[in-house]
């Protein structure tokens, strides 16, 4: 009776949102019906009359039912024409079902539109895109992959550019120029990464305006949301390069220490196991042997818990009991330290939930034998300490023990960071399972969609862990140039939509990150799918039997089979088997992706059979062969339940589309990842004392209920990783919007000129604070002395001690000083190329800004990876990151601000300009006298001083530094205009002797 209620009520407000859109649905095909009377040329005038009516002050959604309804009838009047899509002959046949209509409005109203697979997204989002880009603003469509987003843009464009709006679309290796065009058009197609990558490119790595491609961010629909923004959201997007090589990289060395680790690990794993096996063999088994061969088990599951002979005795029903029981009892603070001294026993300890490999005293003993300090790092601080207090060294020697110590800690620290990653990459990363290796390079494939991720790699050295595994040439570490995540990136758009046929599972997520509600859309047949009760067995090697089998019986009717499987490896397990059983199949995973939706669009023809990755050929619909039809439709068979119940039903969602019949059914074993890590262990052992034997099938929509239970737990476990990952990155998105603020800033000025001067303000500023300006204390020589040193050596100012000794107000002295840059700056201006000024200033903004920025970038990582431990301290580790991360962007804006004032005057358009402002410079030097601080004329090819650093003594006579100089132009002659500007011969003014 409840169940029942709760379906009653389930979806009302999806059904009174549906509803509301009723009489604008009637008002677009009102207007369509007028619009058939319409010629061609008529019709597409309407999209010149929409967009003077918006400049005229009309909004979107008045405008909304006539765009609808031009769209519409501009699909109609196509029906039956050819098309051209990627090289191939299509015939247009689609219009628009008031469905598709209510989904189009769902879309420009930002929000996700849930629609089943088949219902024809792709026609639904030309609706909205079109009315958007009636405001002559970029509209973008983000698809999964390139040739979804080349089909799209070709499929749809053909209903554009009947409407007279043009279309374009952006594609992994095109040249910046053609991007830029694309761009420009009304409507942009493409994936996430593309247009995320260009974003970075035009913020963190173009030097000029005309280098940036992308327009602003507008209107952007989302095509399969919940993959892009969901499942390709946990891994950000990273811009990087080589990394400087301080060293070699320690993973060659190490790797053979790590492989006889593993390979003893594995000995004393098969002897445990061995162990226990006969302990349980035994018919007169004692209480205490029973507790020892319990003991012996969960070392093995804590050493290597896929081990097969340790899942072969946890068939057994009453041994599984056995050690979910010792696993609770040991794991509890009461048996902590006998848990310790067993774990002790083993080499190293797997946390599979965790993915974490930690060593073990016995394996850190047998990797350094002769070093039983080798995993100890050096502490530092006090090392510092006793070195400064032995007075027997001279500093020179103190700076070298220091640099020693410091060393040695790099070495180790990096050694046990290599070590650490080896350890993973050899116990938890499976080939064909995690990564692929194809053309001698480890190439990581996404554990959601089964795709391989070319281009990507893991971070912190798990990659080159792996390529050391895999004997695969091991790549430089990398370095950051520029990054966001794509939560970030997709909040930037004024107005972002999404569509897909699963959303719901995820509407909190997505309500909470990014302010989207989720709108179920009616199909426009109704769903006759069947979704059969899973079925369950004791092991994979029952349930791969069973799918045979069921395989077998559909392929004998001439039912096609679609069977979706979770990784690589189980795909092609079960294609082994179907070889032996003469089943004609073919096999889509991540090593055949390119083909993915050609292969999955005969998935539908009679007698087929596919097995894919669960989410291969995503966007490409089946259509069921001749027949088909009257021997049920597709058949989906799912080999495992997903962590996320998503997946799953996007696996079920392949058949039935558009009223088509169809059957899905899923098919899993007690060894399967998610029933054996994240299904109550309890459950699992109640389901096998029912007398469950082997080979038998279990199947009620109870075990249902209680599977979907355990993914929820998985989802919302997921879910808060992935709000914590955001809530970090957002104080990284903060500090990236006002640099690239700045950068933006100096690429479109023709003179970046007043962004170095509020930089040059600001420093000063702060460095009159921090000299005691303003204070009610005063000034101290010392400082006065220092800030004047450091003023004379980035500025000719020729500022003096006494001179500033007696001032007392700041804003006033800060002026003056500024007021005394700008002038020495015009004198600047005044020998330099006038049209090449502005790309200097732009340069010596961009550069110190780019420089310090990926020196942060570095940082950021580091803090990230370790402010974790501060948990250990009682502390949160977010509010502690926050903190830190101010302190690092204040020293980042810092850095900048010192490396423009000290640019600023040590740069030069040509040598030419150069030379004569050092003349000119040289000649002021002369008529002020030794007191005028001389270090300022030397500012050119000096080097920057520290900020602390103590004026030189003044000299009896300047001597200027020696530089040469290759003149690629005359030098100003006697009688020639001086180029101080001042219009007297260069003799009768700076040329004067």
Not at 91 to 97: A, G, I, K
Not at 738 to 764: C, Q, T, W
Not at 815 to 841: C, F, H, M, N, T
Request: hydrophobic share 35%; net charge negative.
């Amino acid at each position: 009776m409840f169940s029942f209620l709760l379906k009653k009520f389930s979806g009302r407000h999806h059904r009174k949102y549906v509803e509301k859109c009723r009489p604008v649905v009637a008002r677009i095909n009102e207007f369509e019906r007028q619009y058939q009377s319409l010629t061609d040329e008529q019709l597409r005038a309407k999209t010149d009359e929409f967009r003077a009516r918006i400049k005229q002050g009309e909004t979107l959604d008045q405008i909304l039912p006539e765009a609808f309804a031009a769209v519409k009838n501009a699909a109609r009047r196509m029906v039956g024409r050819p098309v051209i899509v990627c090289d191939h002959e299509l015939t247009w046949d689609m219009v628009h079902f008031d469905v598709q209509l209510i989904g189009g409005i769902t879309l420009h109203e930002g929000r996700i539109a849930e629609m089943a697979t088949g219902e024809g997204k792709t026609l639904v989002a030309t609706l909205p895109l079109y009315l958007n880009a009636l405001t002559s603003r970029n509209s973008q469509l983000v698809t999964v992959n390139d040739y979804l987003a080349r089909r799209d843009s070709e499929w749809m464009g053909h209903l554009y550019s009947f409407l007279g709006i043009s279309v374009g679309c952006i594609q992994q290796q095109m040249h910046s120029e053609l991007r830029r065009e694309m761009y420009n058009r009304d409507i942009t197609y493409g994936t996430a990464s593309e247009f995320g990558f260009d974003y970075l490119r035009d913020n963190g790595m173009a030097t000029r305006k005309e280098d940036q491609v992308q327009r602003d961010h507008f209107y952007c629909i989302v095509d399969e949301i919940d993959s892009i923004l969901v499942d390709e959201a946990r891994t950000p997007l990273i811009i990087s390069g080589p990394a400087p090589i301080e060293r070699e990289q320690p993973f060659t060395r190490l790797k053979p220490g790590v492989e006889q680790l593993v390979s003893a690990q594995l000995r004393l794993i098969n002897h445990l196991i061995k162990d226990a096996a006969d302990l349980l063999a035994k018919p007169d088994l004692t209480p205490e042997e029973k507790q020892a061969a319990a003991m012996k088990m969960l070392q093995v599951k804590l050493g290597m818990p896929k081990n097969k002979q340790l899942l072969r005795l946890q068939e057994n029903p009453e041994w599984r009991k056995l050690l979910d029981k010792t696993d609770v009892e040991m794991h509890s603070d009461f048996n902590k330290d006998e848990m310790y001294k067993y774990k002790e026993e083993l080499f190293f300890v797997i946390d599979e939930k965790n993915h974490q490999a930690d060593l073990t005293e016995p394996g850190r003993l047998k990797l350094r034998p002769d070093d039983p300090d080798a995993f100890v790092l050096p502490d530092l601080a006090t090392i510092f300490i006793d070195i400064e207090k032995d007075h027997t060294k001279t500093p020179e020697q103190k700076e070298q023990a220091k640099r020693d110590a410091q060393s040695r800690y790099e070495v180790v620290s990096e050694d046990i960071h290599a070590l650490s990653q080896l350890l993973r990459a050899y116990s938890l990363y499976e080939r064909d399972v995690e990564y692929v290796v194809q053309e001698g390079k480890v190439i990581i494939v996404d554990e959601n969609t089964g795709r391989i991720m070319s281009g990507r790699r893991w971070s912190d050295g798990l990659h080159q862990a792996v390529e050391a595994k895999e004997n695969v040439t091991i790549e430089r570490e990398t370095r950051t140039y520029a990054t966001v995540t794509i939560q970030n990136y997709f909040r930037m758009y004024e107005k972002l939509a999404g569509m897909t046929g699963t959303a719901e599972t995820e509407a909190t997520e997505f309500h909470e990150i990014y302010r989207l509600s989720v709108t179920q859309i009616p199909t426009n047949q109704p769903c006759i799918r069947v979704d059969k009760n899973d079925s369950i067995f004791k092991t994979r090697r029952d349930k791969y039997a069973a799918v045979v089998k069921q395989i077998q019986e559909a392929q004998t009717r001439g039912q096609p089979v679609l069977v979706g499987t979770v990784t690589v490896e189980q795909s092609e397990v079960l294609s082994r088997m179907l070889k032996r059983a003469g089943v004609i199949h073919t096999v889509l995973n991540a090593k055949f992706h390119q083909q993915e939706a050609e292969i999955v669009t005969r998935a539908g023809q009679r007698g087929s059979v596919t097995i894919a990755t669960n989410m291969a050929g995503r966007g490409t619909d089946i259509k069921l062969g001749e027949g088909v039809r009257a021997l049920g439709g597709l058949l989906v068979v799912g080999t495992e339940r997903h962590e996320s119940r998503r997946i799953d039903r996007q696996l079920r969602g392949r058949c039935s589309r558009q009223g088509d019949p169809g059957m899905t059914k899923f098919f899993l074993s007690l060894e399967d990842d998610l029933m054996r890590l994240f299904l109550q262990g309890n459950l699992a052992s109640k389901i096998m004392e029912g007398a469950m034997q082997e080979g038998e099938e279990l199947e009620h929509r109870w075990l249902n209920h209680s599977i979907e239970s355990a993914q929820k737990k998985v989802e919302q476990q997921n879910f808060s990783i992935r709000k914590r990952l955001l809530q970090y990155d957002d104080v990284l998105n903060k500090q990236r919007e006002v640099i690239y603020g700045i950068r933006n800033g100096a690429l479109h000025s023709e003179r970046p000129k007043d962004i170095i001067f509020e930089m040059i303000e600001d420093e000063l500023a702060s460095r009159l604070e921090k000299a005691g300006f303003g204070e009610k204390s005063g000034v101290t020589r010392e400082n006065l002395e220092s800030l004047v040193g450091w003023l004379n050596s980035h500025f000719p100012v020729s500022a003096k001690v006494d001179e500033l000794a007696d001032r007392r107000d700041f804003d006033a002295l800060l002026k003056e000083l500024v007021e005394r840059i700008a002038k020495a700056y015009a004198l600047k201006e005044s020998v330099e190329d006038p049209a090449a000024l502005g790309g200097l200033e732009r340069y010596i903004v961009i550069n110190a800004i780019d420089h310090h920025w990926q020196e942060h970038l570095t940082e950021m990582e580091e803090l990230r990876r370790s402010i974790g431990l501060r948990s250990y301290g009682q502390k949160d580790p977010l509010s502690e990151y926050k903190g830190e991360a101010f302190t690092f962007f204040e020293e980042l804006m810092n850095n900048v601000r010192l490396q423009i004032c000290t640019s600023l005057f040590r740069s030069a358009t040509n040598r030419d300009a150069f030379e004569n402002l050092f003349a000119i410079l040289s000649r002021s030097a002369r008529l002020q006298g030794p007191a005028a601080a001389p270090t300022a004329l030397a500012a050119a090819a000096g080097q920057t001083a520290p900020a602390d650093a103590a004026p030189a003594a003044p000299a009896e006579e300047i001597k200027l530094p020696s530089v040469t100089i290759r003149r690629e132009t005359p030098k100003v002659g006697r009688n020639d205009p001086c180029p101080c500007g001042s219009g007297k011969k260069y003799k009768n003014c700076h040329g004067a002797a």
